[in-house]
């Protein structure tokens, strides 16, 4: 019987390198996605030669709203379906909204929102008729928490990401699949590097609110195989999270006015 596919978006660094080496750890052939053709090859032979797994890649730019049924003609195309999807692909977008081309705004809602949702959609039919399927949406601390100035769309995009992800949890239910928003807050990752942020938010943030990349798609796997609908790694996190549940929405904006700028980079 062939082996299942996991198909990762983001895949060549950080979370989602991570998420493709436990899927291939637990028997899971892999498909990785990203723009990097060069990370994605080096990051598919390691994985080979590591778990004996099959390996696919497919360079892709996500802005594009081709891209989705690209990857999945590319992956038909080798006679396979996907079985687990990790909708992992993200950046930041620095800069105050009026001040930052629609253009980047543009592209930055097709790769946060519309890819993830459009894959979902396309391979959710297939899961359900073979009564087995894992979606994975990586969202972020910050969608469970009122937005801040700079990176205007960020923890909007994220917010939706946990809202589609609980509202497609209970309807799967009892189906064999099963959707998880995994939450994580600040990961040892490229992340910050891409946006230019790395010196701002880690001279600002204490040690102990960072978690590595493994660990949190570790969390973020184990979630989905439990099928619960949110997960928040680390516990430091998980009373963030709580808190903010908890106290007035004006009371943690003020705060967010007061400290966002330790984080978030309001020049583009």
């Known amino acids: 019987m062939a082996r299942r596919l996991a198909l990762i978006t983001g895949a060549s660094a950080g979370i989602g390198a991570a998420f493709a080496r436990i899927y291939a750890a637990h028997g899971y052939d892999v498909a990785l996605t990203a723009r990097r053709a060069d990370k994605l090859t080096a990051l598919a032979e390691e994985i080979s030669l590591r ?10 730019d996500l802005a594009d709203p081709a891209a989705p049924d690209a990857i999945l003609a590319q992956l038909a195309a080798h006679g396979r379906e996907v079985d687990a999807l990790v909708n992992n692909a993200g950046y930041g977008l620095p800069g105050l909204y009026a001040e930052t081309p629609w253009a980047d705004q543009r592209d930055f809602i097709q790769v946060m929102l519309t890819a993830p ?40 995009s994220k917010s939706y990401l946990v809202r589609f992800s609980q509202s497609l949890h209970l309807e799967t239910q009892n189906t064999g699949v099963h959707v998880t928003a995994l939450c994580p807050g600040f990961t040892y990752s490229e992340f910050h590097d891409v946006n230019h942020t790395r010196e701002l938010v880690t001279r600002s943030t ?18 989905a195989e439990a099928n619960r609908p949110v997960c928040v790694p680390g516990a430091p996190n998980k009373a963030i999270a709580a808190l903010a549940k908890i106290l007035p929405d ?9 400290q966002g700028g330790r984080f978030r980079n309001t020049r583009a």
Request: without cysteine.
């Open 51 to 60: 778990s004996g797994v099959e390996t696919l890649t497919v360079t892709a």
């Open 117 to 156: 949702s459009d894959l979902a959609h396309k391979v959710l039919p297939g899961m359900l008729a073979r009564r087995f399927g894992r979606i994975v949406n990586v969202a972020s601390l910050a969608g469970l928490m009122p937005g801040a100035a700079g990176h205007t769309l960020y923890a909007a």
């Open 206 to 223: 204490p040690d102990w609110l960072w978690l590595g990349a493994d660990e949190v798609a570790a969390n973020g796997y184990e979630a």
């Open 250 to 258: 004006e009371w943690l904006l003020a705060l967010l006015a007061s």
